[in-house]
């Protein structure tokens, strides 16, 4: 892929930070599930926790493929710090495309403290796949709204300075419809955060469950038009599928990386393991995945970029990576052998962080449902 001088640079930029300072600390905060609070603070002054929001926003005005980019190299070392990312930017993008729906309210981008990031909560215990099974309740009292409800594996909720929620509006509206979305400062009486959950991978990512009980939010806080929740949340959740597959993408080509420089030095048999064909062909078949994965992600960019329709394209992006990311992440076990599955290398944290981009930002499974769809014109 052809990189704008822009690209390239902003490129250079993450590759370098991503090895100088998260590949020294990948390891432990593995182990331990301890959320990088200095180098997310040191991201945030990079401009990499608001890459693709205009500067008029507060963001750095870059492009989508700029925001990929970045979001696959700190992967690359990393899935946690490129989730952590890739969980913010989409919520950044989210709101300002609801502001210029109508909505006034002004995020407290800026947060407070050490909360300074902003979340995003449409999931719930009988609300995965079926987005539109949301129970939260917000009922309106005068100027305010009152919502009542849970929402379950929200990503950064620790560190949010406010989430965007979906609530159900009209309690008489059936499926997806009925559903709004509002701003939630997480300061407010009667919204708590739950204890972070303990994860397979992804575990220095903050994900927990929330818990709202009359929390009541000013008029101003509903994000466009009452009633229309469902819908930008698919759009944003269309926008959120490239960045799972740019960290899918990420985590394939670390792990890619790490099996092919030990195949060259390892020895059996009297030679290089990687001369044996065994060898040589699950390295073919990696790269090649690999490259797929990576035309269809930025072909995602591109027509999101371009400001043409790409949810089918993000779909097909995120599906192919994510799965690819768990083929390219096994094979570099099977490489390493008795090494690979062990911590002294990082494919069996890769490939544990892998799984999760086959659930997170739906399933693969809704993935060929919405490219079915498309395809046969549903
Ligand atoms: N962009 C804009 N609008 C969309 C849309 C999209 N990507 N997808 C659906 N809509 C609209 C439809 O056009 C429809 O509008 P009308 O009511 O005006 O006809 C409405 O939303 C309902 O759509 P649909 O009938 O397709 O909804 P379904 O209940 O069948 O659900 C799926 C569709 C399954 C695709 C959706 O629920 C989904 O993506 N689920 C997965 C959720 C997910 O990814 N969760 C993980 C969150 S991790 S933060």
């Given at each position: 892929m052809q990189l704008n001088e822009n690209q390239s640079m902003i490129r250079q930029m993450a590759r370098d930070f991503a090895n100088a300072k998260i590949a020294p600390i990948a390891h432990?905060?593995?182990?331990?599930?301890?959320?990088?609070?200095?180098?997310?603070?040191?991201?945030?002054?990079?401009?990499?926790?608001?890459?693709?929001?205009?500067?008029?926003?507060?963001?750095?005005?870059?492009?989508?493929?700029?925001?990929?980019?970045?979001?696959?190299?700190l992967s690359r070392?990393?899935?946690?710090?490129?989730?952590?990312?890739?969980?913010?930017?989409?919520?950044?993008?989210?709101?300002?495309?609801?502001?210029?729906?109508?909505?006034?309210?002004?995020?407290?981008?800026?947060?407070?403290g050490r909360k300074s990031l902003l979340s995003f909560g449409l999931t719930e215990a009988g609300a995965g796949s079926d987005a539109g099974g949301t129970r939260t309740t917000a009922v309106r009292d005068g100027d305010h709204w009152v919502l009542n409800g849970s929402k379950m594996w929200i990503t950064n909720s620790h560190y949010a300075a406010a989430l965007i929620i979906t609530a159900k509006t009209?309690?008489?509206?059936?499926?997806?419809?009925?559903?709004?979305?509002f701003i939630v400062d997480t300061d407010t009486p009667g919204f708590t955060v739950e204890k972070?959950?303990?994860?397979?991978?992804?575990?220095?990512?903050?994900?927990?469950?929330?818990?709202?009980?009359?929390?009541?939010?000013p008029h101003a806080n509903l994000l466009g038009q009452e009633g229309d929740g469902f819908k930008y949340f698919m759009k944003t959740l269309d926008g959120g599928r490239i960045s799972i597959a740019a960290v899918a993408l990420g985590l394939a080509e670390g792990a890619l990386a790490t099996a092919r420089a030990y195949a060259r030095q390892r020895e059996q048999?009297?030679?290089?393991?990687?001369e044996f064909q065994a060898i040589e062909f699950m390295i073919a078949d990696m790269v090649t995945q690999i490259q797929a994965s990576r035309l269809l992600t930025y072909e995602a960019c591109r027509l999101k970029d371009?400001?043409?329709?790409?949810?089918?394209?993000?779909?097909?992006?995120?599906?192919?990576?994510?799965?690819?990311?768990?083929?390219?992440?096994?094979?570099?076990?099977?490489?390493?052998?008795?090494?690979?599955?062990?911590?002294?290398?990082?494919?069996?944290?890769?490939?544990?962080?892998?799984?999760?981009?086959?659930?997170?930002?739906?399933?693969?499974?809704i993935q060929r449902l919405v490219i079915g769809r498309y395809a046969l014109g549903l």
């Amino acid at each position: 892929m052809q990189l704008n001088e822009n690209q390239s640079m902003i490129r250079q930029m993450a590759r370098d930070f991503a090895n100088a300072k998260i590949a020294p600390i990948a390891h432990d905060i593995d182990k331990h599930g301890t959320f990088p609070e200095a180098t997310v603070r040191e991201m945030g002054e990079l401009g990499f926790m608001g890459l693709s929001v205009p500067e008029a926003y507060g963001g750095s005005g870059a492009d989508i493929t700029s925001y990929a980019l970045v979001v696959e190299e700190l992967s690359r070392v990393c899935g946690s710090h490129g989730l952590t990312v890739a969980a913010q930017q989409p919520r950044l993008l989210a709101h300002r495309r609801l502001r210029h729906r109508g909505a006034e309210t002004e995020v407290p981008a800026r947060g407070r403290g050490r909360k300074s990031l902003l979340s995003f909560g449409l999931t719930e215990a009988g609300a995965g796949s079926d987005a539109g099974g949301t129970r939260t309740t917000a009922v309106r009292d005068g100027d305010h709204w009152v919502l009542n409800g849970s929402k379950m594996w929200i990503t950064n909720s620790h560190y949010a300075a406010a989430l965007i929620i979906t609530a159900k509006t009209d309690p008489k509206a059936t499926g997806s419809r009925g559903i709004s979305a509002f701003i939630v400062d997480t300061d407010t009486p009667g919204f708590t955060v739950e204890k972070k959950e303990d994860k397979l991978g992804m575990r220095a990512s903050d994900t927990a469950p929330l818990t709202l009980v009359d929390v009541r939010v000013p008029h101003a806080n509903l994000l466009g038009q009452e009633g229309d929740g469902f819908k930008y949340f698919m759009k944003t959740l269309d926008g959120g599928r490239i960045s799972i597959a740019a960290v899918a993408l990420g985590l394939a080509e670390g792990a890619l990386a790490t099996a092919r420089a030990y195949a060259r030095q390892r020895e059996q048999f009297g030679k290089a393991i990687a001369e044996f064909q065994a060898i040589e062909f699950m390295i073919a078949d990696m790269v090649t995945q690999i490259q797929a994965s990576r035309l269809l992600t930025y072909e995602a960019c591109r027509l999101k970029d371009a400001g043409e329709d790409f949810g089918h394209m993000s779909a097909m992006a995120k599906l192919h990576s994510s799965e690819t990311a768990m083929f390219v992440t096994d094979r570099a076990i099977q490489i390493l052998g008795g090494y690979g599955y062990t911590t002294e290398y990082p494919v069996e944290r890769m490939y544990r962080d892998a799984k999760l981009c086959t659930i997170g930002e739906g399933t693969s499974e809704i993935q060929r449902l919405v490219i079915g769809r498309y395809a046969l014109g549903l």
